[in-house]
């Protein structure tokens, strides 16, 4: 696999972009709290991006999957680099209508970026090795934002803002830079009329193939579980500081999942090979759900950092397990609209886990959010858990009688 050069450009155009993006949203953080006393107002300038991103999810799905998938993110990078253009206008004029404009340039980029990256990842790589690629691309990103938020906190303390997303930038137009460097064999046939009317309909077409394929209606639903722990990440993270009175605290848990994410992305590449995908989701959606319930003891500092490695460690197995089985398991002619609505899903629930957890923190508490959140994504484990194991008793009976 490391022999394969397109795999080296992607995952160090990757490390770039990250490394870049996680500066950039520190330096998001540092504009709004310099210009905007509001914390509602600053969610909702956050919110842009992701809500812009959602809107045009259908028809980036169907780009994709007309067009090549280098081309389209050769086009997303681009859009990137000139939505850093209006985040330097923004900081001219201290106006933060023109990070709104920058929020929403980015966010439509990422609606066309990130599933034609997903798209592209078999494009590359055997079947066989796509587990090791997608953990190892995962695990970059992780690397990248540990190194990111850390970097971007000690560049605050140095350099101006301008100069941040000057690194922001360079950062993006090396990734284009990789991109275009990039040799991907498509075969993408042309298309008569009927076939592209048919494509229209975007969602349409997908979403009778996702209802035939069990699994890959299991993986989707169980992405609620990390997607409730994550949606709420941050504001766990500052809460847990507040009630251990310990703002190091917070280095120590953004550490820990990082480096056990990795660890466990490590571990599923060399335990998975010739096992049940399914019960693996399971499985580490159980982990994830117990690390959430574990956080009611996080008074005290040691509990907290093991809940954060325990999620870590499931996390980092669920995601390459789940990206795997998704990109193998649908067909590829309609990656780019799955990927697309997988994303979109991804986007209103984590807006909605987060807004949720906010309320949650205000009106019951953290102990009583996290025993909700945990106690959730439990009986959604055990309720497929029950239900894989009566379709299972089903087709046993049906092959004993024939």
Not at 370 to 391: D, E, H, N, P
Request: net charge positive; with cysteine; proline share 3%.
């Amino acid at each position: 696999m490391f022999r394969n050069k397109n795999i080296w450009i992607l995952m160090a155009g990757e490390f770039i972009a990250n490394l870049g993006m996680w500066v950039g949203i520190i330096g998001n953080l540092e504009f709004l709290q310099k210009l905007v006393p509001s914390d509602f107002h600053k969610s909702l300038i956050l919110f842009v991006g992701l809500f812009i991103g959602v809107l045009f999810g259908p028809m980036a799905g169907r780009i994709i999957d007309r067009s090549s998938k280098k081309k389209v993110m050769i086009y997303a990078g681009m859009a990137r680099i000139l939505a850093v253009v209006f985040m330097f206008v923004a900081i001219w004029t201290e106006q933060v209508l023109w990070m709104s404009v920058y929020m929403l340039v980015l966010g439509i980029s990422a609606a066309f970026y990130f599933p034609a990256l997903q798209a592209a990842i078999p494009l590359i790589a055997r079947d066989d090795q796509l587990l090791s690629l997608n953990g190892l691309h995962m695990n970059v990103g992780t690397v990248a934002r540990i190194f990111g938020t850390a970097l971007a906190g000690m560049l605050l303390l140095y350099i101006s803002l301008f100069n941040m997303y000057f690194l922001t930038l360079l950062s993006y137009v090396l990734i284009l830079i990789c991109t275009l460097m990039l040799d991907i064999k498509e075969d993408i046939p042309k298309q008569n009329p009927n076939k592209a009317q048919k494509q229209k309909g975007g969602f349409k077409e997908v979403w009778p193939i996702i209802k035939s394929n069990p699994p890959v209606v299991l993986g989707l639903v169980l992405m609620l579980v990390p997607t409730m722990f994550i949606g709420s990440f941050n504001l766990m993270v500052l809460k847990i500081s507040e009630m251990q009175h310990d703002p190091t605290i917070k280095g120590w848990l953004y550490t820990t999942e990082g480096i056990s994410f990795m660890i466990g992305a490590y571990f599923i590449k060399r335990f998975s090979p010739g096992r049940d995908s399914v019960k693996i989701l399971m499985v580490c959606a159980a982990g994830i759900a117990f690390s959430h319930l574990s956080l009611f003891f996080a008074d005290d500092k040691i509990p907290s950092i093991i809940s954060f490695a325990i999620f870590g460690i499931a996390a980092g197995s669920f995601f390459p397990v789940a990206a795997t089985m998704f990109q193998t398991m649908i067909n590829r002619e309609f990656h780019g609209r799955f990927f697309s609505f997988r994303g979109m899903m991804d986007r209103i629930l984590f807006q909605l886990i987060l807004v949720s957890a906010g309320f949650f923190l205000d009106t019951i508490g953290f102990k009583k959010m996290v025993l909700c959140y945990g106690g959730l994504s439990m009986a959604l484990v055990i309720a497929f858990a029950i239900r894989q194991k009566q379709t299972k008793t089903v087709i046993d009976n049906q092959s004993t009688s024939i």
